[in-house]
């Protein structure tokens, strides 16, 4: 079975600050992660996405992640936080053939507040 | 355009009712998905599927089916709608191996 495990529900930082939200994956095989980002009474946007490679990934608006398999970890970073990245965020992992790999699985979400 | 459509967008059902929630979508993607999503639990996978004529099971699929009658529509049913259905739902579309995936606007649903 696969999950995703998002440890902090909220997070709390100041403007500028720099920025770690993390996420935990349990897949047998390898996968792809994403993250998305969500603003309130919004849908979900995708901020950046993993399928092999380089461990690092570059998102949108700053935004990157590292992949860890040894640590089966894809945790989201940016230097320096603006206000307006007060949302709520999701990290989510498919597998990485079709059929019924095709299981897209999201964790609770981290919901993040700028303080300025 | 890549789109993915959501009807109805606000529903309210009666308990023990039948609720059907439709989602469309034009992106030619063979993988779709219904969601929940309530404070808490993130959003939850309910069912999914890989093409047209499969539908899979999510990790919480009590009191829900789905179908998938073509490679654009993805239905959730409800056969018999109870309380705790409440909450947002959200159908989603992707690509192979969801490099692309875009979600619908949600469906607010109410089961009094």
């Known amino acids: 079975a696969q999950s995703v495990t998002q440890p902090d529900a909220r997070v709390t930082v100041s403007e500028g600050a720099s920025l770690q939200l993390r996420c935990k994956y349990s897949?047998?095989?390898?996968?792809?992660l994403f993250w998305y980002v969500q603003y309130p009474r919004q849908g979900l946007q995708l901020l950046l996405k993993?399928?092999?490679?380089?461990?690092v990934v570059q998102g949108v608006n700053g935004f990157e992640a590292e992949f860890s398999k040894s640590n089966s970890s894809f945790h989201l970073r940016k230097a320096s936080v603006h206000w307006s990245d007060s949302a709520v965020y999701f990290c989510?992992?498919?597998?990485?053939?079709?059929?019924?790999?095709?299981?897209?699985?999201f964790g609770k979400g981290t919901k993040l507040s700028v303080k300025s | 355009e890549a789109a993915v459509t959501q009807s109805p967008r606000n529903k309210v059902a009666v308990t023990g009712g039948k609720v059907t929630l439709s989602c469309n979508q034009t992106?030619?993607?063979?993988?779709m998905y219904w969601y929940r999503q309530d404070t808490g639990h993130g959003l939850r996978l309910i069912h999914y599927?890989?093409?047209?004529?499969?539908?899979e099971k999510g990790d919480i699929p009590d009191g829900y089916k789905a179908s998938r009658p073509s490679q654009e529509n993805f239905s959730l049913i409800l056969e018999l709608a109870t309380p705790s259905q409440t909450s947002v739902y959200f159908c989603?579309?992707?690509?192979?191996?969801?490099?692309?995936?875009?979600f619908g606007k949600g469906t607010r649903l109410t089961v009094v």
């Open positions: 989603a579309s992707g690509g192979q191996g969801n490099t692309e995936v875009f």
């Open positions: 897949y047998s095989g390898t996968p792809y």
């Open positions: 993993y399928y092999s490679g380089d461990p």
């Open positions: 989510a992992l498919s597998g990485n053939s079709g059929g019924s790999n095709a299981k897209l699985t």
């Open positions: 992106n030619n993607h063979n993988n």
């Open positions: 599927s890989y093409g047209a004529g499969s539908t």
